[in-house]
């Protein structure tokens, strides 16, 4: 049995997979997670083999807890589902860690497929998304200065395009404000801008908001 860990924070979108899931032979749903953090959590004590992972979640969200699954499980496969393929969500995820990336119109058949591609070490990329990655290769295009940054310095930049303070930033991510601090330090010299005004403006030049 392949062995599924479903984290996404519609209810909806859990019981569908979930219902779906189920009626494969080989696939087997162990568990669901409502947040990033809990499925993070899940992912650790359970070990699944596959991880079904949405992107656009309150707390850490899909890249960060992309991240931290590879981390302390590497061999679980994160196979990304999400309604988003823009540049900002693509490729910081794939550097995450993902293994597939597909989309949330995708057919109950495919994402069943993909996953036991997962279990077989074939990815599987929304043709899309392939192509995004595929030009890029091909025009040997440098990185964005905001495609460099971790995904945790990226929410924090967000977070500077909204107008945010370093306490409210602190707030909002539930970390110290030196850490803040250091963050945006990190950022200010990644993005070449000398101050936050300047980063604030490049967050909206580049509709990263």
Same mark, same amino acid.
């Given at each position: 049995? #392949?062995?599924?860990?479903?984290?996404?924070?519609?209810?909806?979108?859990?019981?569908?997979?979930?219902?779906?899931?189920?009626?494969?032979?080989?696939?087997?749903?162990?568990?669901?997670?409502?947040?990033?953090?809990?499925?993070?959590?899940?992912?650790?004590?359970?070990? $699944?083999?596959?991880?079904?992972?949405?992107?656009?979640?309150?707390?850490?969200?899909?890249?960060?807890?992309?991240?931290? @699954?590879?981390?302390?499980?590497?061999?679980?496969?994160?196979?990304?589902?999400?309604?988003?393929?823009?540049?900002?969500?693509?490729? !910081?995820? @794939?550097?995450?860690?993902?293994?597939?990336?597909?989309?949330?119109?995708?057919?109950?058949?495919?994402?069943?497929?993909? #996953?036991?591609?997962?279990?077989?070490?074939?990815?599987?990329?929304?043709?899309?998304?392939?192509?995004?990655?595929?030009?890029?290769?091909?025009?040997?295009?440098? !990185?964005? $200065? =905001?495609?460099?940054?971790? $995904?945790?310095?990226?929410?924090?930049?967000?977070?500077?395009?909204?107008?945010?303070?370093?306490?409210?930033?602190?707030?909002?991510? #539930?970390?110290? #404000?030196?850490?803040?601090?250091? =963050?945006?330090?990190?950022?200010?010299?990644?993005?070449?801008?000398?101050?936050?005004?300047?980063?604030?403006?490049?967050? =909206?030049?580049?509709?990263?908001?």
């Amino acid at each position: 049995m #392949i062995r599924v860990l479903l984290v996404d924070d519609h209810e909806m979108v859990r019981m569908g997979l979930a219902a779906y899931l189920s009626t494969e032979e080989d696939i087997e749903v162990v568990a669901e997670a409502a947040s990033g953090e809990e499925g993070v959590r899940l992912a650790v004590e359970l070990k $699944p083999e596959v991880v079904l992972m949405d992107l656009v979640m309150d707390g850490i969200g899909g890249v960060e807890a992309t991240r931290r @699954i590879r981390e302390h499980c590497p061999s679980c496969k994160v196979i990304v589902l999400t309604s988003f393929i823009d540049d900002e969500k693509v490729y !910081p995820v @794939i550097e995450a860690g993902a293994f597939s990336y597909l989309l949330k119109t995708s057919r109950a058949a495919e994402i069943a497929r993909a #996953i036991r591609a997962a279990v077989a070490g074939e990815p599987v990329l929304e043709s899309r998304v392939a192509g995004k990655i595929m030009a890029r290769f091909r025009h040997g295009q440098e !990185p964005l $200065p =905001h495609e460099q940054l971790t $995904p945790r310095e990226l929410e924090v930049l967000k977070l500077i395009g909204q107008g945010k303070s370093n306490q409210e930033i602190a707030d909002e991510l #539930i970390i110290g #404000i030196k850490t803040v601090k250091t =963050h945006v330090s990190n950022i200010l010299a990644k993005l070449d801008v000398e101050d936050r005004t300047q980063a604030a403006i490049y967050v =909206h030049k580049h509709n990263l908001v």
